[in-house]
T-cell receptor
Framework: GQSLEQPSEVTAVEGAIVQINCTYQ??????LSWYQQHDGGAPTFLSYNALDGLEETGRFSSFLSRSDSYGYLLLQELQMKDSASYFCAVRDYNTGGGNKLTFGTGTQLKVEL | NAGVTQTPKFQVLKTGQSMTLQCAQD?????MSWYRQDPGMGLRLIHY???????DQGEVPNGYNVSRSTTEDFPLRLLSAAPSQTSVYFCASRDETGDQETQYFGPGTRLLVL
């Protein structure tokens, strides 16, 4: 099966940069995704990495190192509205033919003034 | 384009009752799935479907049934509700075009089993 580890909580100040790490263990890694979820809301897709390197989308970037089974989400110029939970998720082609997406337990980001 | 819709938004059941959580998507996605979310446990996959007529089990399928008669609809049935099934349920569909993949979630159904 798969397992993912990410910090449970991170606190940062408005305008700062924060990095949320995710380490994973899978037998047949397919790709790493990141989702954002505000309290009471539904998860929304942020980014996906299948290959090593950095993917940038506006203030958010996501990095993957397949050899280290590690990725991170980087949030720049933090805003109060970025306070939310962030989940990493993996697809594993050895599980359900790659059709199962397994989520980490989430990192609660709190942005302070 | 409504995306992924779920009904009801809230539901209270008594132990032993059955009910169906509805999910529909209008994006013509082949892949759909159901998750439950409990505090501190992230999202756990209940069942998924890769197309009409095809379903499979996820991590926590016990106590739940699904069917996929059309591309658009993927209902989740609770056969005999138990307090352990108190949770928030999310339906999702996935876009797998090109090299990217985006999973779209519905707004969720908050279920309380007494």
């Amino acid at each position: 099966g798969q397992s993912l580890e990410q910090p449970s909580e991170v606190t940062a100040v408005e305008g700062a940069i924060v990095q949320i790490n995710c380490t994973y263990q899978t037998s047949g890694f397919y790709g790493l995704s990141w989702y954002q979820q505000h309290d009471g809301g539904a998860p929304t897709f942020l980014s996906y990495n299948a290959l090593d390197g950095l993917e940038e989308t506006g203030r958010f970037s996501s990095f993957l190192s397949r050899s280290d089974s590690y990725g991170y989400l980087l949030l720049q110029e933090l805003q109060m509205k970025d306070s939310a939970s962030y989940f990493c998720a993996v697809r594993d082609y050895n599980t359900g033919g790659g059709n199962k997406l397994t989520f980490g337990t989430g990192t609660q980001l709190k942005v302070e003034l | 384009n409504a995306g992924v819709t779920q009904t009801p938004k809230f539901q209270v059941l008594k132990t032993g009752q059955s009910m169906t959580l509805q999910c529909a998507q209008d994006m013509n996605h082949e892949y759909m799935s159901w998750y439950r979310q409990d505090p501190g446990m992230g999202l756990r996959l209940i069942h998924y479907s890769v197309g009409a007529g095809i379903t499979d089990q996820g991590e926590v399928p016990n106590g739940y049934n699904v069917s996929r008669s059309t591309t658009e609809d993927f209902p989740l049935r609770l056969l005999s509700a138990a307090p352990s099934q108190t949770s928030v349920y999310f339906c999702a569909s996935r876009d797998e075009t090109g090299d990217q993949e985006t999973q779209y979630f519905g707004p969720g159904t908050r279920l309380l089993v007494l």
